[in-house]
């Protein structure tokens, strides 16, 4: 899969004043395995597959830093760790509203997506959110590669995203 990085090389002005309607946001930590899952996911992507008007965002771990980009998108969708107990691997799609709506199971950075929800939600600029979690076992400190179920998962979440933003456009 080739990886379009070009994306990637937006200024926030630039990124915030592009007319983008849908945000693909990856959250987590790069640097402690499968926890960063969802940053794995925005840097293997091929952005060429998606519709124009799409922006796409290494959201790290998440925060009051990420408001402004979530603000100004009408769409989010993000994709991210958790660890709920179920399989390894497995894929599962949340339409949160409020932050109590976020699973409890976030990993490591819970609360900042949880406050930033929030805060969308107290300044009445909350966008529809569309929340893909991938099941995860465990985190691994200093550790940047993904275990085998987990990398699985990428190629099938992007086929998830693809159709979900397909999906949106022809909705509006």
Same mark, same amino acid.
């Given at each position: ?102 699973? +409890? ?28 979690? +991938? ?38």
């Amino acid at each position: 899969m080739e990886n379009n990085t070009e994306t990637f090389q937006y200024t926030t002005d630039k990124f915030l004043s592009s007319g983008n309607d849908i945000l693909i946001l990856g959250i987590g930590n790069y640097l402690m395995g499968d926890e960063g899952v969802g940053v794995q996911f925005i840097h293997h992507l091929d952005t060429t597959e998606f519709p124009e008007n799409v922006s796409f965002l290494d959201g790290g771990t998440g925060g009051f830093t990420l408001v402004p980009y979530i603000e100004s998108h009408p769409h989010v969708i993000i994709v991210d760790a958790t660890m709920d107990e179920k399989e390894e691997g497995t894929i599962t799609l949340l339409k949160p509203k409020f932050s109590d709506d976020f699973p +409890i199971s976030l990993s490591g950075h819970n609360f900042g997506l949880k406050d930033m929800v929030d805060i969308l939600s107290f300044m009445d600029k909350m966008p529809n959110i569309y929340l893909f979690t +991938i099941t995860i076992s465990k985190m691994e400190p200093m550790y940047l590669e993904l275990s085998p179920k987990v990398a699985e998962a990428i190629p099938k979440v992007t086929e998830m995203v693809l159709d979900l933003v397909q999906k949106i456009r022809k909705e509006n």
